[in-house]
């Protein structure tokens, strides 16, 4: 059984920065490890996506330049550090894993794509 968990959210004022992480447990070949995002009355949105071996990152137009997703595969996690938050960055962030191959790492950037998801942690960003 994998299981994912999620730490780091908190409140912090537009303009300011927090880190992410993401604990994954259990046996399982992980492929992609990737965040998403969910606001009130909103559909889950893809945020970043980091493939395992390689490095490969990608992220969503929205956040590019502010956002960094990194892994530390010693210690089975995977951060995602938010620079430069603005209030539409406010949303409960999960992680998610992969287990399967597509063609590309820009291919993961749909909610199906994913096998295990975190809780997720709330992140509020005030104006």
């Known amino acids: 059984q994998v299981q994912l968990v999620e730490s780091g959210g908190g409140l912090v004022q537009a303009g300011g920065s927090l880190r992410l992480s993401c604990a994954a447990s259990?046996?399982?070949?992980?492929?992609?490890m990737g965040w998403f995002r969910q606001a009130p009355g909103k559909e889950r949105e893809f945020v970043a996506a980091?493939?395992?071996?390689?490095?490969?990152?990608h992220y969503i137009d929205s956040v590019k330049g502010r956002f960094t997703i990194s892994r530390d595969n010693a210690k089975n996690t995977v951060s995602l550090q938010m620079n430069s938050l603005k209030p539409e960055d406010t949303a409960v962030y999960h992680c998610?894993?992969?287990?399967?191959?597509?063609?590309?790492?820009?291919?993961?950037?749909?909610?199906?794509?994913?096998?295990?998801w975190g809780q997720g942690t709330q992140v509020t960003v005030s104006s």
């Open positions: 998610a894993l992969s287990t399967r191959y597509y063609n590309g790492i820009s291919a993961y950037t749909g909610t199906d794509k994913y096998d295990y």
């Open positions: 259990g046996r399982t070949s992980s492929i992609v």
């Open positions: 980091l493939s395992w071996n390689g490095g490969s990152t």
